[in-house]
């Protein structure tokens, strides 16, 4: 018999994107489920507040600018090694997309208790210019309204890469 997955998943990952159930690339997750490598621990909020705002195609980024934007909601996962590399290849962590960092979290309707985990912030190459493009105004959850529009990766023009199309995003004019 193997390891089992409350054993074997140590880190705790909190997803506020397109990873949460219901959204297009949270069949990782399912995935990693289904092989005992991700265990779903329940909805939560950041304990601070943050900046989430929609980066090109839509994609949902949280800036790393404590005190700014909303108490955020998603999901907490516990995943094992070979899961968090998964996640970590999709968040495109060795490629400057994303860096994974610590976060505290409370349980959904809860304010005191709170839980370590570690999110996805967007990489300091581009947050402050992510921030000011969205005009200083984030939401609080990446919801159906929020991800309208969103674009998959494989549906995206593949002669740029994901940097070059944030740059073009956060340097074009505002609609």
Not at 39 to 66: A, D, E, S
Not at 130 to 152: N, P
Not at 158 to 170: K, M, P, S
């Amino acid at each position: 018999m193997g390891i089992e997955p409350e054993r074997r998943c140590k880190t705790m990952i909190f997803t506020y994107g397109t990873l949460k159930r219901g959204f297009s690339n949270h069949t990782l997750l399912q995935d990693l489920m289904r092989t005992g490598d991700a265990v779903f621990k329940g909805t939560y909020t950041t304990f601070q507040q943050y900046p989430l705002v929609c980066g090109p195609y839509k994609v949902p980024f949280l800036l790393n600018m404590p005190g700014s934007g909303h108490r955020v909601s998603g999901e907490l996962y516990a995943v094992s090694s070979y899961g968090l590399g998964r996640v970590d290849d999709l968040e495109g962590t060795t490629r400057g997309h994303y860096q994974r960092l610590p976060i505290q979290l409370t349980p959904e309707n809860q304010e005191s208790v709170t839980a370590a985990a570690e999110a996805y912030f967007a990489e300091t190459s581009y947050d402050e210019e992510l921030w000011r493009k969205s005009e200083m105004m984030g939401f609080c959850c990446y919801s159906e309204k929020e991800a309208k529009g969103y674009v998959k990766r494989k549906d995206r023009p593949q002669n740029l890469t994901f940097l070059d199309h944030i740059r073009i995003f956060v340097s074009s004019s505002s609609d």
